[in-house]
Structure formats: structure tokens, C-alpha cells
């Protein structure tokens, strides 16, 4: 069902033993006379809530809700949001939020949840996802793609429904695929697991207001449903198709996508073959993504984003001690020293699907290509669009592996990069958006 008007969106911003946060103005709770300012602490006490500052103080069992008396000009702070949670950038900020402020009891923590309007929500999203002084036309195109997925998975029984995660084991085979959860107390959270919603501490332009005030209520349809619009920093050249990288389930808007306007001189793009899937790693193909433009770069790679640089071919090296704790870690299984670690399958991008993990003690595949990108870096490896290279040691015993790699991200749905590179040069929102996800239309759903 598509909606016919507004809707609102709870969003889950920190969950915590404690939280410290700052209402500024006056915020009224219901059952209580008095308006509550000011610096306040809230946790659990005796398996009920307590909130307090210097001079007031809060007793509930399960919620409170802080509800602004002006709901634009009114805010508050929460402290230490943590952000890129488990990704190489993670840190904690302060950050400032508008609406209304719910504060909900989750076992022995306390959840802060920020429900806003969907278009204030999405103003705050395209300025968090990249530089609110982008290009309008990026900023356009992503607060359409930003609207339809948040609209998709409330109105589309099919993804709601979905499981957040999916194994396959066997002795010899781990496949996971990890998709976005439906939580339990909010609607998204704030960070990459969803998209990422950082308040009005990142609103700093007239065209955000603008991008998303001029494409209110449109979103992208598929045989008229709401589109599960996906998108990444960078494809590396080709978009990855979604049964790739989520369920086995095709999408006809979310297939494979050459990030250019033709296809590649002198690249076979069937990378079943091993030797094709390394040329076009080893290689600096033209596409839109392919760019060392600062400026264009600055739009998308944001703050703590701009700490990455080869984000369109890259290397990673391990040595062997390295390489076989860390996928110990990773795995919990002692795979005893890395013999080998071969590509079994690949996506339509050069991403790999399947791995085959060789030890001296364990030999399994793993898959899809999150569970590759965790298992092989501390973090998250920039993607599974891999090749790899052993450098011989003792008794056939490689001391090092050598990855290159391409692209950052699953690839699935619209290049970040490569669609401000697209609005650098000329093209609407509307292009861009139908570059990527093709067969999809635009529609208004609401005014």
C-alpha cells in the first residue's frame, strides 16, 4: 500500500545503561504539569526509569516521551551517539535533534528514539549520507532513494517480513546474508545499518530544505510497489545485482548496472573467468565512480568518509600470523595457518560470493559477501571485489597475502560517487536515479 499522506518516523538514536541529553526549551510529558528543561540523566533504577536533572525528576515504569511546546524551533542534545558502529570510522558524538523525544526502557537499558516528520527526517539523512552543500541534483536523487526505502519496508509486506539474516551451514559451507532488521522499538536506527540520520547537526544548507521540499512525497515504483532502493560510496565501475549480496530473490530495479554511459573498452565483463575478474581489478576502468575530484569526492565523502582515499582500487596486506587470527576471530574456528583462499563465486560486479578459506587444520566456504568483508579485515573490508595474491614462505606456507580490491560497499542500487559525478555533469535527479535502477518509475505519493 502506497501512503496517501505523511507519515511519521521513529528513529532509534542511542541505547545505553545511561544517557546524558539536554532539552532546550520547554518539553512537556504527559501526566505532569510542569515543563522539563535542562541537563537530565536517564537509566534503569530498580527495573523502572528515572530521569533526572538538578532540580526535576522522573519515575516511570516503561516510556517517557519529552514533547516539545514548538516543535521546529525546540531541540535537544543527546551525548556520545556512537556512529559507523563496527565499521573503521566508529566514534561518538554529540548530536542535536528536533520533535519529540521518547526515552523507552529495552531490558537494563535505556533506548533514546527521535519521531520526527518523514521529509524532516529525510533532510537530516541527505545531509548525514554526504555533504549537504552537494550538488541539488544528488541531493534530489538521494532523497528520493532515501524516502523509497524507508516507505518500502513499511509498505511492502514481502520486505517487512523478511528475516534480518539468513545462514546456510554444512561442514564444509557457511552462507549469511545480512539484511536490514525490523526493530522493535523504532521504526530505523540512526546509523549505516540503516542510513544514517545524525539530526540537525549536519542540516547546514538551504538546498537540503530545498531537495527534499521539491521531490516531497516521490518515490521510485516497481510494478507498482515501492522499490527497495539500496545504494553504496562506490561500485567500483559496475553495480552488483541484490540476489548477490541479500536473498536469491531477483529484482528487476536492482540488477546490474554498467556505471558509465557505454561499456568499458577492452574488459569481458563475464567474470565466471578468473583471469577477466583480475584484469578488471588490477585495472582503472572509466565509470562515473572513477574519479579523484576533491570536489566531487567532498560530496559524498563526509567528515569521518574522507579518511578513505583508494576507494576505487585499493591493497590490503596481511602476513600469515595476521591473516589466521583474524579469521579465527572472526569465524570463532581454528583454521591453523592460511594455505589458501580462493574465489568460488562472484557476483555480476567481480564480487566475491564464495570463499573457500584453506587452513592447515580447516577447510570451509563462506559466503555472501559481508561474511567475506568481516572475515577478513578488523572492521569491514572496503568490498569482496577481490583478487589475491600469496607471497611464498616456509614448507608451501604463503608468509603474506596481497588484496586488491574495488569499489566500496555491496554495489547494489545507486553509486554514490558515481551519481555525484552524474550531477556534476549536467544530468538531472531523474536520469541518475533511472541510470541505476532501470525499469523503475517515478511517482508522487503524496503532496
Same mark, same amino acid.
Given at each position: 500500500?502506497?501512503?496517501?499522506?505523511?507519515?511519521?518516523?521513529?528513529?532509534?538514536?542511542?541505547?545505553?545503561?545511561?544517557?546524558?541529553?539536554?532539552?532546550?526549551?520547554?518539553?512537556?510529558?504527559?501526566?505532569?504539569?510542569?515543563?522539563?528543561?535542562?541537563?537530565?540523566?536517564?537509566?534503569?533504577?530498580?527495573?523502572?526509569?528515572?530521569?533526572?536533572?538538578?532540580?526535576?525528576?522522573?519515575?516511570?515504569?516503561?516510556?517517557?516521551?519529552?514533547?516539545?511546546?514548538?516543535?521546529?524551533?525546540?531541540?535537544?542534545?543527546?551525548?556520545?551517539?556512537?556512529?559507523?558502529?563496527?565499521?573503521?570510522?566508529?566514534?561518538?558524538?554529540?548530536?542535536?535533534?528536533?520533535?519529540?523525544?521518547?526515552?523507552?526502557?529495552?531490558? *537494563?537499558?535505556?533506548?533514546?528514539?527521535?519521531?520526527?516528520?518523514?521529509?524532516? @527526517? %529525510?533532510? !537530516? +539523512? $541527505?545531509?548525514?549520507?554526504?555533504?549537504?552543500?552537494?550538488?541539488?541534483?544528488?541531493?534530489?536523487?538521494?532523497?528520493?532513494?532515501?524516502?523509497?526505502?524507508?516507505?518500502?519496508?513499511?509498505?511492502?509486506?514481502?520486505?517487512?517480513?523478511?528475516?534480518?539474516?539468513?545462514?546456510?551451514?554444512?561442514?564444509?559451507?557457511?552462507?549469511?546474508?545480512?539484511?536490514?532488521?525490523?526493530?522493535?522499538?523504532?521504526?530505523?536506527?540512526?546509523?549505516?545499518?540503516?542510513?544514517?540520520?545524525?539530526?540537525?547537526?549536519?542540516?547546514?544548507?538551504?538546498?537540503?530544505?530545498?531537495?527534499?521540499?521539491?521531490?516531497?512525497?516521490?518515490?521510485?515504483?516497481?510494478?507498482?510497489?515501492?522499490?527497495?532502493?539500496?545504494?553504496?560510496?562506490?561500485?567500483?565501475?559496475?553495480? *552488483?545485482?541484490?540476489?548477490?549480496?541479500?536473498?536469491?530473490?531477483?529484482?528487476? @530495479? %536492482?540488477? !546490474? +548496472? $554498467?556505471?558509465?554511459?557505454?561499456?568499458?573498452?577492452?574488459?569481458?565483463?563475464?567474470?565466471?573467468?578468473?583471469?577477466?575478474?583480475?584484469?578488471?581489478?588490477?585495472?582503472?576502468?572509466?565509470?562515473?565512480?572513477?574519479?579523484?575530484?576533491?570536489?566531487?569526492?567532498?560530496?559524498?565523502?563526509?567528515?569521518?568518509?574522507?579518511?578513505?582515499?583508494?576507494?576505487?582500487?585499493?591493497?590490503?596486506?596481511?602476513?600469515?600470523?595476521?591473516?589466521?587470527?583474524?579469521?579465527?576471530?572472526?569465524?570463532?574456528?581454528?583454521?591453523?595457518?592460511?594455505?589458501?583462499?580462493?574465489?568460488?563465486?562472484?557476483?555480476?560486479?567481480?564480487?566475491?560470493?564464495?570463499?573457500?578459506?584453506?587452513?592447515?587444520?580447516?577447510?570451509?566456504?563462506?559466503?555472501?559477501?559481508?561474511?567475506?568483508?568481516?572475515?577478513?579485515?578488523?572492521?569491514?573490508?572496503?568490498?569482496?571485489?577481490?583478487?589475491?595474491?600469496?607471497?611464498?614462505?616456509?614448507?608451501?606456507?604463503?608468509?603474506?597475502?596481497?588484496?586488491?580490491?574495488?569499489?566500496?560497499?555491496?554495489?547494489?542500487?545507486?553509486?554514490?560517487?558515481?551519481?555525484?559525478?552524474?550531477?556534476?555533469?549536467?544530468?538531472?535527479?531523474?536520469?541518475?536515479?533511472?541510470?541505476?535502477?532501470?525499469?523503475?518509475?517515478?511517482?508522487?505519493?503524496?503532496?
Amino acid at each position: 500500500m502506497i501512503s496517501a499522506e505523511e507519515p511519521e518516523i521513529c528513529v532509534g538514536i542511542v541505547s545505553d545503561r545511561k544517557i546524558n541529553f539536554e532539552l532546550y526549551g520547554d518539553f512537556k510529558v504527559f501526566g505532569y504539569k510542569e515543563t522539563f528543561s535542562g541537563i537530565f540523566t536517564v537509566e534503569i533504577v530498580n527495573n523502572i526509569i528515572v530521569c533526572k536533572s538538578a532540580s526535576q525528576k522522573l519515575e516511570v515504569a516503561n516510556k517517557i516521551a519529552f514533547e516539545p511546546t514548538e516543535p521546529v524551533s525546540e531541540s535537544f542534545l543527546i551525548h556520545d551517539v556512537v556512529i559507523g558502529k563496527n565499521f573503521h570510522w566508529e566514534r561518538k558524538e554529540k548530536q542535536r535533534f528536533n520533535y519529540s523525544l521518547r526515552i523507552i526502557k529495552d531490558e *537494563e537499558n535505556v533506548t533514546a528514539i527521535n519521531c520526527i516528520p518523514l521529509e524532516t @527526517y %529525510l533532510v !537530516s +539523512v $541527505i545531509s548525514s549520507e554526504m555533504n549537504a552543500k552537494s550538488s541539488v541534483e544528488l541531493l534530489k536523487a538521494h532523497a528520493v532513494i532515501a524516502r523509497s526505502w524507508i516507505l518500502a519496508q513499511a509498505s511492502n509486506s514481502e520486505i517487512k517480513e523478511k528475516k534480518p539474516a539468513s545462514c546456510k551451514e554444512s561442514d564444509d559451507e557457511f552462507i549469511r546474508w545480512y539484511d536490514k532488521a525490523d526493530h522493535k522499538l523504532f521504526d530505523v536506527c540512526a546509523d549505516d545499518h540503516c542510513q544514517r540520520f545524525q539530526g540537525v547537526t549536519k542540516v547546514t544548507t538551504q538546498a537540503a530544505f530545498d531537495a527534499v521540499s521539491s521531490t516531497r512525497g516521490i518515490v521510485l515504483l516497481s510494478e507498482n510497489k515501492i522499490c527497495d532502493t539500496r545504494y553504496s560510496k562506490c561500485c567500483g565501475g559496475i553495480t *552488483e545485482a541484490y540476489e548477490n549480496v541479500w536473498e536469491p530473490v531477483k529484482r528487476s @530495479y %536492482l540488477k !546490474s +548496472v $554498467i556505471d558509465y554511459k557505454y561499456e568499458p573498452e577492452n574488459y569481458t565483463l563475464d567474470f565466471t573467468d578468473e583471469k577477466k575478474a583480475r584484469k578488471w581489478i588490477m585495472g582503472n576502468p572509466h565509470s562515473f565512480c572513477n574519479t579523484g575530484d576533491r570536489k566531487i569526492l567532498s560530496q559524498i565523502l563526509v567528515d569521518y568518509d574522507q579518511e578513505t582515499t583508494d576507494f576505487y582500487r585499493w591493497k590490503v596486506e596481511h602476513n600469515q600470523a595476521e591473516l589466521a587470527e583474524l579469521i579465527r576471530e572472526k569465524t570463532g574456528k581454528d583454521f591453523g595457518q592460511i594455505v589458501d583462499l580462493i574465489p568460488v563465486e562472484r557476483g555480476k560486479s567481480s564480487r566475491v560470493t564464495k570463499l573457500k578459506i584453506i587452513g592447515t587444520k580447516k577447510t570451509l566456504t563462506i559466503g555472501k559477501e559481508l561474511e567475506i568483508r568481516r572475515t577478513l579485515s578488523e572492521s569491514h573490508l572496503y568490498s569482496s571485489s577481490i583478487v589475491i595474491e600469496k607471497v611464498d614462505g616456509e614448507e608451501d606456507i604463503p608468509c603474506k597475502f596481497i588484496l586488491y580490491g574495488a569499489g566500496w560497499g555491496h554495489g547494489v542500487g545507486l553509486c554514490q560517487i558515481g551519481a555525484a559525478v552524474m550531477a556534476e555533469r549536467s544530468h538531472l535527479f531523474d536520469e541518475i536515479l533511472l541510470h541505476y535502477f532501470s525499469g523503475a518509475s517515478i511517482r508522487k505519493t503524496y503532496s
